[in-house]
């Protein structure tokens, strides 16, 4: 058993664990946090994508140990003060969720891309999630909805920008 500290949807934490151990098995067995879902348990399908330090990792590759001193965060943790995250927001405008069970991880993975990079084009959209996989429907609306929340995300900072200078 091993010690790890670290920052979960912004609290701090502290538990044991064993050796081998994944993050997707903390988060979900220790956490309750059921949105990260395991599929594949390879980091084939991107259903356990989390935020590692702002990046999306697949949690199945993930072990825990690695999580000591770091800052993750999981679907549970975007939504603030009963508001939905822009990201969660625009999946359900723009018709983005099917059955929902590969949307925590694409909504993670869309996370991590916009908080690396807030103007992405249609082609750096792809490649942030082509590692994500939905088996219900085409690509086509998760894509609409990313870039629907990159513009809201500009529109928002462009907004506070201006209003800070007021």
Known sequence: ??????????????????????????????????????????????ACTILFNDAPVHACLLLAYQMDGAS??????????GELDIIQQCFLEAGAIQCGFCTPGMIMAAKGLLIKNKTPDEEEI??????????CTGYKKIQEAVMMASQRIRQRSEYNAADSVN
């Open 72 to 81: 993750i965060v999981t679907i549970e943790g975007l939504e603030k003060n």
């Open 126 to 135: 792809k490649t942030a999630m082509s590692g994500n996989l939905c088996r």
């Open 1 to 46: 058993m091993k010690s790890i500290t670290f920052l979960l949807n912004d609290v701090s934490q502290t538990v044991e664990v064993l050796e081998g151990m994944r993050a997707v098995d903390v988060l979900r067995d220790i956490f309750g946090l059921t949105g990260t879902k395991e599929a594949c348990g390879q980091g084939e399908c991107g």
